[in-house]
């Protein structure tokens, strides 16, 4: 149980969220399909098909400081107007001016239209996304066709600029619901620490603390490979997000730190449906079996299997933007079907029954009103 601003409590309950996007070239069918099998806890679909500014990189370029075009590539360039527009983002930074991080309709289509469809209604809680500083800088290029991980001012830089685009994406969805999850979503640390990403253990955990400081309620990290959990269990994350089908090993190989992260209220997120081909020979109980097998492993590793199944979620093992439409909603049928399977496996503890433990272990309460 996780309890957010305004003394809103989560239960991660064995709730389903997705993640990136869904192949759909139009707005309002692809939120039809999340809301008629996700409307309690509903997120909002990248449409990376609908336009090239939804993908998971322009999406968020949007206002960065000295960014530019030519013939249809963006990149930073140096220069005096670099220089101004880096004032500017310091500005809306130490002022939190949020409305600095509006994302336009233009970049996210899937999110103006889920605004829209839910006026007047209020889910218990809702799912956003951005992409993460470090998969976003690696990608983001200056002039010389250079990282813009590598220059200092610019790593600086895109932390405050990420930090006010979630501030600003978690402002709009909390108009429509009572809780906000956002994740950072990271491709690229699946190389972190390779000689692709000579990138240091301290710098990641700065720039993934700078934007997560930004998000008031539920701020979570997304990988879909394998990588070095220990740096982001040592981030302020409060969920975490992983390809549990395809790379469960990966995640147990940091059990101490882990257990860490699970003793003190974080979430799980288990990302057990395949987002692939694969989902067309798997059902509900295949993957919860999957499900227990982890739990078993985590138990077997000294992670806390009760508290383990109290505080997880599950989830596609990654975005479906790059599927065709009848395989994506297969998928989302199967997600939705795998959280009601452990559901039911683990039917929600009474508010009393959480009432009772929290007083014979404090610590079972440890992130309640630990507001960032």
Sequence with gaps: MWKGVDSVTFEPAWQA???DGLPHDEAEPAVEAILERFAELPSWPQLPRRSPLENMYALYAEGFPGLREDAGVSFVEHGAILERELGELHLAYLDNDVEYGR???SHAMGLDALLRRLAGSKPKAIKGEITGPVSWSLTMLDEQRRPILYDRVLEGATAQ?????AAWQERVLRRVAGETIIILNEPYMASFGSSFVPFSR???ISLFSEVLAGIQGIGGVHCCGATDWSVILDTSARLISWDAYDYMASLLAYAEPL???VERGGILCWGMVPAGMPARWESPESLAD???QGLDALAAAGIDRERAV???MVSPSCGLGGLDIELAELILNLTRDLARTMQQRYPPQSQTEQDERSADDPSATALEGDVV
């Excluded at 600029?161 to 685009?165: A, G, I, P, S, T």
């Design 17 to 19: 969220i997705l993640l």
């Design 103 to 105: 994302i336009s309709a």
């Design 161 to 165: 600029h990420l930090r006010l685009k």
């Design 202 to 204: 301290e710098r990641a």
């Design 259 to 261: 257990a860490t992260f």
């Design 290 to 292: 999957r499900i227990e």
């Design 310 to 312: 109290g505080q997880s």
